[in-house]
């Protein structure tokens, strides 16, 4: 979906009763600064899969190799921070 279809419909009622439909399209520097915010978190979790792939392997490594140890209590605290 292109930011340019991007649209809003908004149903009001008017001092009537009646029902009116408005349609908002966005303008040309909101359409900007979502397709930036859209690049922007691409790129991010494109750095972030990176460095998660390359922590794997280096968790791997030391898996492999039998130098891997676990900290019990940093895995406790990381889990009490969860909730």
Do not use: F
Not at 2 to 19: F, I, M, R, W
Not at 23 to 36: G, R
């Amino acid at each position: 979906m292109s930011v340019e279809s991007v649209t809003a419909v908004e149903t009001l009622l008017d001092a009537q009763g009646e029902v009116r439909e408005y349609q908002i399209k966005p303008c040309l520097e909101a359409q900007a600064e979502m397709q930036m915010a859209v690049a922007l978190g691409v790129q991010a979790v494109k750095r972030s899969a990176k460095a998660r792939s390359a922590r794997l392997k280096e968790v791997q490594a030391r898996l492999a190799a039998g130098t891997y140890a676990q900290d019990s209590m940093a895995i406790a605290q990381k889990l009490l921070e969860i909730e």
